[in-house]
């Protein structure tokens, strides 16, 4: 089945250390996006790629970066982490940016 | 700027009850309209959507049509069971624009 695959499904770092959180996809779409989720809030758009094609939200904090080195990958890194950026990142696709958006079951990060 | 408004919850019902969780928007244009689930400790997995007025969308027995005179995308189940227990998130999207979703009903069906 084509899908949304995220590894690790749970992630701790420690404070200040730098984390990286894996997105694939087997739907060959061409719009790969993160969004951070805290505990009862809907999903916050971090960024997106649209084929190589960087998009960030204004309000992204510089702490979050992004990769994506081919179509099926998309990886997020926190530099730093904070206490804060504890959340449940999710990774969504879409064939382009006006298409449906598939979810994939996301990487729960614990800060300690 | 376009905004969703969902049911308040937690909504809490007995198995076989009929379940309602309404959502209403504001856009200036004809935005597609979704509904997505997330089961504890999973992602969001798209339940239906609908892409213009009158649509249906329909799947494992829920249900919801978009209302364009109400602006409107109520989800219903005509007999919920324990394994819908869920958090259900309303959203839209207009174009390119970003999916733009509802705070989220959190909904526990009891046996």
């Known amino acids: 089945d084509a899908m949304v695959i995220q590894n690790p499904r749970y992630q701790v770092t420690q404070f200040g250390k730098p984390v990286t959180l894996s997105c694939s996809q087997t739907l060959n779409h061409n719009v790969m996006y993160w969004y951070q989720q805290k505990s009862s809030q809907a999903p916050k758009l971090l960024f997106h790629?649209?084929?190589?094609?960087?998009?960030n939200e204004a309000d992204t904090p510089d702490n979050f970066q992004s990769r994506r080195p081919n179509t099926s990958f998309c990886f997020l890194d926190i530099r730093s982490p904070g206490l804060g950026d504890a959340a449940m990142y999710l990774c969504?696709?879409?064939?382009?940016?006006?298409?449906?958006?598939?979810f994939g079951p996301g990487t729960r990060l614990t800060v300690l | 700027g376009d905004s969703v408004t969902q049911m308040e919850g937690p909504v809490t019902l007995s198995e076989e009850a009929f379940l309602t969780i309404n959502c209403t928007y504001t856009?200036?244009?004809?935005?597609?309209l979704f509904w997505y689930v997330q089961y504890p400790g999973e992602g969001l997995q798209l339940l239906l959507k609908?892409?213009?007025?009158?649509d249906k969308g329909s799947n494992k027995g829920f249900e919801a049509t978009y209302r364009k005179e109400t602006t409107s995308f109520h989800l219903e189940k005509g007999s919920v069971q324990v394994s819908d227990s869920a958090v259900y998130f309303c959203a839209l999207k207009q174009g390119a624009q970003k999916l733009v979703f509802g705070q989220g009903t959190r909904l526990t069906i009891n046996p």
């Open positions: 790629y649209y084929d190589k094609d960087f998009n």
């Open positions: 609908a892409t213009k007025a009158d």
């Open positions: 856009a200036t244009g004809y935005p597609s």
């Open positions: 969504a696709t879409s064939r382009d940016p006006t298409d449906t958006q598939y």
